[in-house]
């Protein structure tokens, strides 16, 4: 969000750096077939290692893990920046982002007809639809291919709690004072809080993604309140970090990613990732071709890897591995006919999440993500006060 989070995330479950994942072979093969260069994350990953997704691609394809904050991704593809020079490839979230690299030139407008498997995108993405925007640039042009998306939740422990839950309020109801956590990010917590606060009427809020001064100063002022009546065991940091409170049961409701409520299901506690009746948080992350790229003739091998994120061979295993939403149709109808790879466990447990992401994403509050607020600085100096209650 405000501070990329999900980047935090990935540093904290990146398997393989690239001196790993890449045979000294495979780094010199590479190098002399004018290979792709990517700055991504590791859920772009699928399989083992980097190497595996190159040759299902057939793209030759050196992998850059991207670190650091939305301002230094966009500070790194600036006209002083070294992105350029560095990387053909780049992935980010949507929301915004798209367009401030647009405009400085730093990613340019993709001919979507070159991407066989275009036609197999969600209809999320059509013009119109609530995740339009985060793919075009504001001349409608597209410029971002999404690959993983979905509409955050809350995890619970099921067998503690007594039952399903369904509502936000949980987080704040005091039958679960100390046992509740957020995230420690002003962009999602603030934006999860205010869709909370819109829906059930407890406060006046036109868009909880993009929030007046004053709208921010009232969903945090709720939020100071609920930490100082001790409703919160703590604001968790990263994944690892809110794994371990769902794992260790010190938390039994929390806002986070599905990826944290499936790892930590694994091990061996309830965990369960519910709909709320409020809304979500939706959001995206889009893979762009940088200028320079382009300029060095890297279109073709750029498209031909946005077929592999593309097709339902990708989707089966992003919804399976990490519980992220396919950004493909027919992705159950793969399952089925490639039952060799997907026991019947496996089967099912996909079958499942998609059926509670169809949902999740109909719910009428949901509301998708934006990075860049026009009243950002209030953001941060609310959050700061939330922090220090």
């Known amino acids: 969000m405000l501070k990329l989070n999900r980047r935090n995330f990935i540093k904290n479950t990146s398997l393989f750096a690239l001196s790993s994942s890449f045979s000294q072979a495979y780094i010199m093969d590479a190098i002399a077939n004018n290979p792709l260069k990517i700055y991504s994350v ?3 990953k699928v399989t083992g290692n980097w190497n595996e997704m190159s040759e299902k691609a057939g793209v030759p394809l050196i992998f850059h893990s991207k670190k650091g904050s939305s301002k230094e991704f966009l500070e790194l593809f600036s006209s002083s920046g070294e992105g350029q020079k560095l990387y053909d490839a ?20 993709l001919d979507t007809s070159r991407i066989k498997n275009w036609k197999n995108l969600i209809p999320e993405y059509n013009e119109g639809n609530v995740a339009a925007n985060t793919i075009r640039n504001k001349n409608g042009e597209i410029v971002g291919v999404p690959y993983i998306s979905n509409a955050d939740s809350m995890a619970y422990n099921k067998t503690k709690v007594g039952g399903e839950i369904d509502t936000w309020n949980a987080l704040f109801d005091s039958q679960f004072k100390g046992y509740a956590t957020m995230q ?6 603030l934006a999860t809080t205010a869709i909370y606060l819109k829906e059930t009427g407890k406060q006046d809020i036109d868009n909880p993604s993009d929030m007046s001064k004053s709208e921010v100063k009232g969903v945090s002022q709720f939020l100071i309140k609920q930490k100082k009546k001790g409703q919160f065991k703590t604001f968790w940091n990263d994944f690892a970090n809110c794994v371990d409170l769902l794992k260790s049961e010190e938390v ?15 091990k061996g506690v309830d965990i369960h990732y519910g709909t709320m009746k409020e809304g979500h948080q939706t959001w995206n992350n889009i ?23 593309l097709s339902p061979w990708f989707g089966a295993r ?3 591995i990490f519980g992220f939403t396919p950004q493909m149709t027919e992705v159950y109808e793969y399952v089925e006919s490639n039952q060799n790879y997907f026991d019947e466990n496996e089967k099912a447990i996909i079958e499942k999440r998609l059926k509670n992401k169809a949902i999740r994403m109909s719910v009428r509050g949901n509301s998708q993500q934006n990075l860049y607020p026009k009243e950002l ?3 941060y100096d609310w959050w700061s006060k939330v922090q220090a209650a």
């Open 42 to 44: 590791n859920v772009a």
């Open 90 to 109: 780049i992935s980010d979230n949507g929301g915004n982002q798209e367009d401030l690299l647009y405009k400085t030139n730093s990613i340019v407008s």
């Open 184 to 189: 420690n990010e002003p962009g999602p917590t």
């Open 252 to 266: 039994l409701v929390s806002s986070c990613w599905e990826p944290i409520a499936v790892n930590a299901a694994k």
């Open 287 to 309: 893979w762009m071709l940088t200028e320079s790229g382009k300029r060095r003739g890297q279109e073709d091998k750029f498209y031909k890897l946005m077929d592999l994120y």
């Open 318 to 320: 992003t919804v399976s």
């Open 377 to 379: 600085l209030a953001y």
